[in-house]
């Protein structure tokens, strides 16, 4: 049976090397005619994961979309192969996905809590810049049919700086990604910008303000919720930066679920927030994998997590296909609710 069409956005999340997760669904949802995708916000690799689509879109459609984020993740591996970091052989032995036990990755990870980036790369390259110089037409981009949101962090007021189509460069999209203890903070317009995580992973504000579809699907890398005892100290940061990275997006969620609640009739944009359909895609493997597996970016792994983003998108469109449109599949009131029972 022919399903017909939905006007849907995208939230995507950042995550570094997880963000191939979000290929996987991209990848998947992309075969779908029925979604129709007018708008997508991004942040770090989710900003990334948004330019390839849309560049690859812009002539190829669907098609040309899905093969332009192989070729960034393509690119990304290849860029890697011959980086110091990388799994020791007993890891890739018993195959595990972890830089824990590897030498350069533990001193690179104490000398990056010594040192600054600015003394590390005092030159600031980065590899990402010429993948993305190749994958991504940003003369192209002002003009695309999908709208485009990237967001990264003022290092000077620590608020968020939305990038939109005809803004957005790779130093834009380098700024989405940019962790200060690992890159020099990116200029642009004579502001410096830090990864956009800190101030909206992804943000929600202007899908909500600038497109009329009012289904966002949440493609979800950073686990809101971890059941077990964190004690090693990579553990408990990982988890502090995880907390912080969602911070924000929990906020806007919360908005929404206390918009349905009290929305006035007369308020066009509190309205507007209340009727947004929230959708969820994630995998609870992101709460199985090291922090430092975010830096692995061997092919194999890239491509089991980019199956596991198929796997998880076809699951979502086997239980809720016929949701997206109707209502939300994302329970927002659970967020309302005082953990204490009171």
Not at 168 to 187: G, K, N
Not at 295 to 323: K, P, T, V, Y
Not at 328 to 335: F, I, R
Request: aromatic residues 8%.
């Amino acid at each position: 049976m022919t399903r017909d069409t939905v006007l849907v956005d995208f939230a995507l999340q950042g995550g570094g090397a997880h963000g191939a997760f979000t290929w996987g669904v991209l990848d998947r949802l992309l075969e779908e005619p029925w979604l129709q995708i007018e708008g997508i916000s991004g942040t770090s690799a989710g900003a990334m994961n948004a330019a390839a689509l849309i560049s690859g879109y812009i002539d190829g459609g669907a098609d040309g979309a899905r093969a332009a984020l192989e070729l960034f993740w393509r690119r990304v591996s290849e860029a890697a192969r011959l980086s110091p970091l990388q799994r020791n052989p007993l890891d890739v032995l018993m195959g595990r996905w972890t830089l824990d036990g590897s030498p350069f990755f533990v001193a690179t990870d104490i000398m990056s809590r010594l040192f600054s980036p600015y003394a590390l790369n005092p030159k600031g390259v980065n590899p990402l810049r010429e993948i993305l110089a190749e994958v991504v037409d940003f003369d192209r981009l002002a003009g695309a049919g999908i709208k485009l949101f990237v967001t990264a962090t003022s290092v000077s007021t620590g608020r968020a700086r939305v990038f939109r189509n005809a803004d957005v460069t790779a130093d834009a999209l380098l700024a989405s990604a940019c962790l200060p203890t690992m890159f020099q903070a990116i200029e642009i317009d004579g502001e410096a910008y830090w990864d956009g995580g800190y101030s909206g992973n992804p943000t929600i504000t202007p899908l909500v303000r600038e497109c009329e579809s009012t289904d966002t699907i949440l493609i979800q890398i950073n686990p809101i919720e971890r059941k077990n005892t964190l004690r090693s100290a990579t553990e408990i940061l990982n988890r502090l930066n995880e907390v912080s990275f969602n911070a924000v997006l929990l906020k806007e969620l919360r908005m929404i679920a206390l918009l349905r609640r009290a929305a006035n009739p007369g308020d066009e944009e509190g309205s507007r927030w209340a009727a947004m359909r929230i959708h969820r895609i994630s995998t609870e493997m992101m709460t199985q994998l090291s922090a430092s597996s975010k830096l692995i970016a061997e092919w194999d792994f890239l491509c089991m997590l980019r199956d596991e983003g198929r796997r998880s998108a076809q699951a979502f469109l086997d239980q809720h296909e016929r949701d997206v449109g109707v209502h939300s599949t994302l329970d927002l009131d659970v967020l309302l609710e005082d953990p204490r029972g009171r």
